[in-house]
């Protein structure tokens, strides 16, 4: 049996076999074509996917920024708080300390002036019951003490009450003249006869009169 050629001179056969291969050649192309396109769209997702990444970097990045300018700011708040708190504590311990000196101060200055008064309180029966300042430097016989000074303008004056026709006014001193109540218990008492000069003890066993001063001349 002979074969049938074609025009060009192939086969049956061999037109077949080219057929095939033709067939198989356009559907790989056909694959390759969709895979393209697949490629092509996985790519432009993954580019879309890039490009929203990148702009949530910006926006993370922008936060981040503002998070860390907020931190610093607080932190410069809290660090020229603490300088103030700390400046605040300075100072008062500074007037705690002042007070507990002042205080100190204060207890030294009442304890004196207790000591003070206490000495006054000793020393106060030494003055003179009628001008309270000087020392009593005379006694009368009901055992009550005065200035001279006191007792004679007192004793004058009440003499003087009783016998007005006299004129003691030049008299400044205790003189038999002189007689009335005593000042605090009423006890007559002559200036001559109950009024004794108050002796005080010195230090070597001696004894002196206690001179009048005048408290207003010194
Ligand atoms: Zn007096
Ligand atoms: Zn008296």
Known sequence: MRETRS???LSQHQIDVNMDINDEYNEFLDIATAASAQYAKVMDLAKTLQAALAAKQVELDQQAS???Q???YHKACAERARGKLQATSARLNKYKSETEALRQHNKHLSKDL???TAKLEHVKHLCCDICMDSLKNVVTG???GYCSDCLSTWLRQRSNDDNNDEDNSDMDSLTEQME???PICRKVINANQDV???FVENEGGTSS???YVDSDND
Do not use: L, M
């Open 7 to 9: 025009t060009f001179g």
């Open 66 to 68: 503002r998070y860390r």
């Open 70 to 72: 907020d931190v610093a």
């Open 114 to 116: 207790k000591a003070a």
């Open 142 to 144: 009901c055992g009550h």
């Open 180 to 182: 009335s109540n005593c």
């Open 196 to 198: 004794w000069p108050i």
């Open 209 to 211: 009169e206690v001179v």
